[in-house]
């Protein structure tokens, strides 16, 4: 019965997409109304949130003659896995796409009701509801999370992936990513309606800036998640291990960062409109690309899906949507020319296009180390394995000097800058770099890149303090909201995850013992005593540990555990976290005999719990730069006029957002 319900609503999902799209293109080419349109396209979120509705009940229910429920399902698991199981596979991981989508396209709907025959938004539909006909064809045929299959009587579950099953992240690691990749479907679509319609001014951008903060701030957090997951759940020790699966969420990332710095030139000067274009677009081609990578078993990972028939699918479709873009760019390009120019490298505008530039060098890097491998393989069956040498030679002077403009970039003017300004401006970064420089030396900090990332760490948080000072002394505690002001408190968010990088990858120390029951190991400072084995049984695991007691103090519980369903042994690290660093235990060995000595790693990580707090900052600033921020008394965002000009009147969607500055609310 489930299993006919959820195909149900795969179907219907499938068949409202593909007849919104196709009326909608239809009557917008014909210059008639896109009432149509929109009846199919309210149609799709209920279509989604039916499937995951319909899922989560077979899974609750344990109803194992759905192919899906079969495949992850367990009677054991608690309920906050079973809940999580949804998307710890393929079949599955595709309805919490289709549902994440619908759910854009409602809150599309929503917001822009009141402008329904403006065909820029028309034609954003039309490709928001082509990409959901794509993915709910997915599930339709390739990758049918719904079929039915036969069961045994005595069949209990597998369940997901023993990772998936012992730690709270994973039920909302997944579904930030995947805010953050569906999200940007949004910009993407005015991006290439207005390509399409030629309306190439800035409505379609502001309008949709907030979109694209959203996504961006789902994306960040959920690629924080992610390194925290595997830091507590792997067991080596580390959070990014340039894993492809890894890189296939940070590519996104650096795009979707790029294109809201450059946003703004665009806004304030009407350049850069090429590459905004191409960001976007760009930023929605890799996440298309991510889903390759993850979902059609090229790649051996921690985190990659089995191999499955989506692989082509997911392949073909990148490619349509890469070669759209282009192909669409290059027609418009005459359209795109900007109408003005850097005036001086000193200025913001020419900092932005730097930013540009490193971010897109840093993505170039990303992309190669990801594909090189593959392109290898398919060639002449060689298997490569590009590391962390690679990205860590590439990437750290990228990151330096991306620090270095995250201090100077606020700070420059529009248009031009004298050095006397620049003087004035940088003074009390410049104090706060040496102060920061100078503790760190203090306290133990040696080796050119971790200095150098504290010196520039202190000079780019100067900077942001500085912003955040000045907005907060013209209007009090408003000033931390806004785009701008919560953008700086995303470059300290940024800044404290660096920070804590450097020291945790630079002094961190890695020792492993062999201990009897009863012996001590002592490593910088700590004591570590093994105590004993002990051991706990559950329907689903055997989970043999070492009781290992820190300082004489509280004890922690390193394990070994065997998950009974799939035979598989994981190692479970246990933690001790602190602001200034972490005592990381991981049992390696289990002795035959319960009275043998244990061989335990220690693992100390200086500052590793700043990168989990400068992501939560940075969630903050996100959260702040959503909200509109009060316009600065004497100053017109726009212009002097009352009236829109000519250019603005042009464009709807401009005009909305004229009226809107001139209220003070954007």
């Known amino acids: 019965m489930l299993s006919a319900i959820g195909t149900a609503f795969v179907l219907l999902g499938l068949t409202a997409s593909l007849a919104g799209a196709v009326s909608g293109a239809v009557a917008l080419v014909r210059g008639q109304g896109t009432a149509s349109m929109r009846q199919f396209a309210w149609m799709v979120p209920a279509a989604g949130l039916g499937a995951f509705v319909v899922m989560e009940i077979a899974l609750f229910r344990r109803d194992y003659s759905v192919s899906f429920v079969q495949q992850v399902g367990s009677d054991s698991i608690p309920a906050i896995f079973n809940f999580a199981a949804l998307w710890s596979a393929l079949e599955g991981s595709l309805i919490l796409w289709a549902f994440v989508l619908g759910g854009y396209i409602a809150a599309v709907l929503i917001k822009f009701s009141s402008r329904r025959n403006d065909p820029l938004l028309g034609w954003a539909m039309v490709v928001l509801l082509g990409i959901s006909t794509f993915f709910f064809a997915l599930m339709a045929i390739p990758a049918n999370p719904f079929q039915r299959v036969s069961v045994a009587a005595d069949f209990v579950g597998r369940g997901p992936n023993p990772l998936l099953q012992d730690h709270v992240l994973v039920a909302f690691h997944p579904p930030m990513l995947y805010l953050g990749y569906v999200g940007f479907t949004v910009p993407f679509a ?234 004035t401006r940088l003074f009390w970064p410049g104090v706060s770099s040496v102060g920061v420089l100078a503790l760190a030396v203090i306290i133990g900090a040696r080796g050119f890149w971790p200095v150098i990332t504290f010196a520039l760490a202190g000079f780019a948080g100067g900077a942001a303090m500085r912003q955040i ?36 990858e630079s002094y961190k120390t890695d020792r492993v013992f062999t201990l009897e029951p009863g012996e001590t190991a002592f490593v910088d400072g700590h004591s570590f005593q093994y105590d004993e084995l002990g051991a706990d049984r559950t329907s689903r695991r055997e989970r043999t540990f070492a009781r290992v007691i820190i300082d004489d103090q509280q004890e922690y519980q390193p394990a070994r555990t065997r998950y009974t369903q799939q035979g598989m042994i994981v190692g479970t690290p246990s933690v001790r976290p602190g602001f200034t660093e972490d005592l990381y235990l991981v049992l390696d060995e289990v002795p035959p005999n319960p009275d043998g000595p244990i061989r335990l790693r220690v693992i100390i990580r200086p500052l590793i719990t700043w990168i989990w707090g400068g992501g939560i900052l940075m969630a903050i600033g996100t959260f702040l730069a959503v909200f509109p921020g009060p316009r600065r008394r004497g100053t017109d965002p726009v212009g002097a006029s009352t009236t829109p000009p000519e250019d603005v009147k042009r464009d709807p969607l401009l005009v909305s957002a004229f009226r809107r500055l001139r209220r003070g609310v954007a």
């Open 469 to 504: 000072v000045l907005a907060t002394r013209r209007q009090g505690w408003r000033g931390f909201i806004g785009r701008t002001n919560g953008g700086m408190i995303v470059h300290l968010g940024v800044i404290v995850l660096a920070m804590g990088v450097a020291a945790s």
């Open 190 to 423: 005015f991006a290439i309606a207005a390509l399409i319609t030629g309306r190439l001014g800035e409505g379609w951008l502001v309008e949709t800036r907030r979109w694209t903060v959203i996504a961006w701030g789902f994306l960040t957090f959920g690629i924080i998640l992610g390194a925290w997951w595997s830091y507590e759940v792997l067991g080596w020790g580390g959070y990014w291990a340039w894993d492809p699966v890894e890189n296939a969420s940070l590519l996104p990332w650096l795009t979707g960062t790029a294109y809201l710095h450059s946003v703004m030139v665009q806004e304030r000067r009407g350049m850069l409109r090429v590459w905004n274009l191409s960001l976007v677009c760009a930023t929605f081609a890799l996440t298309i690309l991510g889903t390759f990578l993850t979902r059609s078993g090229v790649i051996d990972s921690v985190h990659a899906f089995a191999d499955g028939e989506v692989g082509p699918w997911l392949l073909v479709f990148f490619a349509i949507i890469t070669l759209g873009s282009v192909g669409l760019i290059g027609w418009r390009g005459d359209r795109l020319r900007s109408p003005g120019a850097i005036d001086s490298p000193l200025s913001r505008e020419a900092s932005f296009l730097a930013n540009n530039v490193l971010f897109g060098a840093m993505a170039f890097v990303v992309l190669l180390g990801t594909v090189f491998p593959l392109f290898a393989e398919a060639f002449d069956g060689s298997r490569l394995t590009i590391g962390r040498p690679y990205f860590d030679s590439l990437g750290r002077p990228i990151a330096i000097v991306t620090l270095f403009l995250m201090a100077v970039a606020p700070v420059l003017p529009w248009r031009k800058a004298s050095t006397e300004l620049l003087q």
